[in-house]
């Protein structure tokens, strides 16, 4: 789990800010058992039968709305009222993943399906979601060293990674079945959609359980979530397997969704 000093330059050479690098390290081995994977992340339609069943109201709609990227540099976010899951800044169909949702509006979803399905359904956490993305590699991506637009959804027109071709920059969300699974059958574990894990924000590894479970104690921050896989705004430094994010679990973004698994 973590990069290693050769992939955090490739990592550097394609923007990621020096400030960062600490948080990939140090390497370390982890032990994740068994446990079932949702094969992509909830989708559009799946969080509407949690909604029309629940009578549930997400963060968005209650409090300030989504957090939405603008300016032409993509480097300043507001709250949108007018944006949530059911109405993102930009078009979805059913089968694209959920967005506009935080930490909490997942824990919400999961307790509802684990009370009608009778199994205890969690999000994943921080080493089984980047054991899940490897897909058994130890490279930056489970498809290698570089990154194209065709095997992922991310912003194609920022910087390269590791000399991969520039591409697409769709500004959206696709359908979770766009590209081809890893080798663990698993859709969509880079780009389109960052993922809430369960963990809280750590600066760095050092202290990291070794077993696979979930990091919730003695954090950085206040309610800083991790996320993992980055998505369809992103440069691709930020979708390799190893590459943390966080932010507020109660902020709602349009770039943001979840997947779920379960203990076998």
């Known amino acids: 789990m973590g990069s290693s000093a050769e992939e955090q330059a490739l990592a550097m050479a394609a923007g990621m800010r020096a400030e960062n690098l600490p948080t990939e390290g140090p390497q370390h081995d982890v032990y994740v058992p068994s446990f079932a994977a949702g094969r992509y992340a909830v989708s559009k339609s799946e969080f509407a039968r949690f909604i029309r069943a629940s009578g549930y109201v997400t963060h968005a709609e209650r409090e300030s ?5 603008v300016g032409e540099d ?10 949530r899951w059911s109405h993102p800044d930009f078009y979805q169909e059913g089968d694209h993943p ?5 930490w909490n509006d997942a824990q919400a979803y999961i307790k509802w399906l684990s009370q009608i399905t009778g199994k205890k359904f969690r999000l994943f956490t921080e080493a089984e979601r980047e054991y899940a993305a490897r897909g058994g590699t130890a490279s930056s991506f489970w498809f290698g060293e570089t990154i194209r ?3 992922a959804n991310y912003n194609g027109a920022r910087a ?8 697409e920059r769709r500004q959206a969300t696709v359908a979770v079945r766009s590209f081809s699974p890893n080798p663990f059958g698993l859709y969509g574990v880079h780009g389109n959609t960052w993922d809430w894990v369960e963990d809280c924000f750590h600066q760095n590894y050092e202290g990291a359980p070794a077993n696979g479970s979930a990091w919730t104690k003695d954090c950085s921050g206040d309610n800083e979530k991790i ?3 980055g998505s369809w705004y992103n440069a691709p430094f930020s979708l390799r397997a190893a590459f943390r994010g966080w932010i507020n679990g109660n902020i709602p973004m349009h770039h943001i969704g979840f997947r779920i698994a379960r203990d076998l």
């Open 149 to 151: 637009t065709s095997q």
């Open 160 to 167: 390269s990674y590791n000399q991969s071709p520039q591409g």
């Open 98 to 102: 959920v967005v506009c949702v935080t």
């Open 65 to 69: 709305g989504c957090f939405v990227w």
């Open 74 to 83: 993509g480097k300043q976010n507001r709250a949108d009222l007018q944006v």
């Open 227 to 229: 996320v993992r896989g």
